[in-house]
T-cell receptor, first 117, second 112 residues
Framework: GAVVSQHPSWVICKSGTSVKIECRSLDFQATTMFWYRQFPKQSLMLMAT?????????EQGVEKDKFLINHASLTLSTLTVTSAHPEDSSFYICSARRTSGSPDTQYFGPGTRLTVL | GENVEQHPSTLSVQEGDSAVIKCTYS??????FPWYKQELGKGPQLIID?????GEKKDQRIAVTLNKTAKHFSLHITETQPEDSAVYFC???????????FGQGTILTVHP
């Protein structure tokens, strides 16, 4: 159990367009989901915390108007990169925390590789 | 915020040897200590975790030890195999809505 999926697994877009990434918990309910960004050969950096039914909490330095997060249900959170630019090219990874059981444990999705031309 | 240091940054061992990676953290309120394994192009996979009321936990060839007084915890892998080759991250947390702070990562290479 505890499977998290992401869609798409990779996307290439032109500069100035918007891209939406979905994160789903397939076999459990997740009150909280997290979005991370990882540049090549670097660690994961938390971008924002997404709580079902409320506004996301963004980490310092992350533009909330550029990275729109919607956590509409207990199994789905979306990240929209608006007006993407080449510097937004990165590996975006989501994680989900169970509403019951081991609340501290985060289960990660497989990631989405975004390339902005 | 939490400051996390992970050592070593790279580790090369022969198949069958043991590997140890250490993680030092700064927030004394942290109470959850996981280790993740990340293979190239994939998301991190939880391999073992421990909570602050436990000093050691073992799962087959993998173990984690915690020294809460000194604020560090370590990952121990015994009888390493080539498929253990990956990047390993510590990510202490458990406070502030369950946020985790990732270490810089350790590239483990197991030579056949």
């Amino acid at each position: 159990g505890a499977v998290v999926s992401q869609h798409p697994s990779w996307v290439i877009c032109k500069s100035g367009t918007s891209v939406k990434i979905e994160c789903r918990s397939l076999d459990f309910q997740a009150t909280t989901m997290f979005w991370y960004r990882q540049f090549p050969k670097q660690s994961l950096m938390l971008m924002a915390t997404s709580n079902e039914g409320s506004k996301a909490t963004y980490e310092q330095g992350v533009e909330k108007d550029k990275f729109l997060i919607n956590h509409a249900s207990l199994t789905l959170s979306t990240l929209t990169v608006t007006s993407a630019h080449p510097e937004d090219s990165s590996f975006y990874i989501c994680s989900a925390r169970r509403t019951s059981g081991s609340p501290d444990t985060q289960y990660f999705g497989p990631g989405t590789r975004l390339t902005v031309l | 915020g939490e400051n996390v240091e992970q050592h070593p940054s790279t580790l090369s061992v022969q198949e069958g040897d043991s590997a140890v990676i250490k993680c030092t953290y700064s927030d004394s309120a942290s109470n959850y200590f996981p280790w993740y394994k990340q293979e190239l192009g994939k998301g991190p996979q939880l391999i073992i975790d421990i909570r602050s009321n436990v000093g050691e936990k073992k799962d087959q060839r993998i173990a984690v030890t915690l020294n809460k007084t000194a604020k560090h915890f370590s990952l121990h892998i015994t009888e390493t195999q080539p498929e253990d080759s990956a990047v390993y991250f510590c990510a202490p947390g458990g406070t502030s809505y369950g946020k985790l702070t990732f270490g810089q990562g350790t590239i483990l290479t197991v030579h056949p």
